[in-house]
């Protein structure tokens, strides 16, 4: 059974940091390529983050560039998410998803949420002095 629970969300201050963390179980990371998206209020899920399982190469959304940072801890089943520098903008709820449709798919991953089969509960972030 697929399962990704997300965790590490919270209130921070403009310029602050958090650091998201999503525990997989049921695939392996180097099989499926993994990604984050978020929701605002109002607005459409987008995604900003996805590491390719084929190679482990990172792509980012123009808008989170030099601040979101994405990874992978194998041995321990977890994907992270670094945010730096954050922005009231970043105030969505964060998923972290798994695309299983092309194991080892070459890369670039992803980033569109479309192409996600799997998802978490989502992480509140939210940006406010």
């Known amino acids: 059974q697929v399962q990704l629970v997300e965790s590490g969300g919270g209130l921070a201050q403009p310029g602050g940091s958090l650091r998201l963390s999503c525990a997989v179980s049921g695939f392996s990371m180097d099989v499926w390529s993994i990604g984050w998206s978020r929701q605002a209020p109002g607005k459409e899920r987008e995604g900003v983050s996805c590491l390719s399982s084929s190679d482990g190469t990172t792509t980012y959304i123009d808008s989170v560039k030099g601040r979101f940072t994405i990874s992978r801890d194998n041995a321990k089943n977890t994907i992270f998410l670094q945010i730096n520098s954050l922005k009231p903008e970043d105030t969505a709820v964060y998923y972290c998803?798994?695309?299983?449709?092309?194991?080892?798919?070459?890369?670039?991953?992803?980033?569109?949420?479309?192409?996600?089969?799997?998802w978490g509960q989502g992480t509140q972030v939210t940006v406010s002095s």
């Open positions: 998803g798994a695309d299983p449709k092309i194991p080892f798919r070459p890369s670039p991953c992803r980033l569109a949420p479309m192409e996600y089969t799997y």
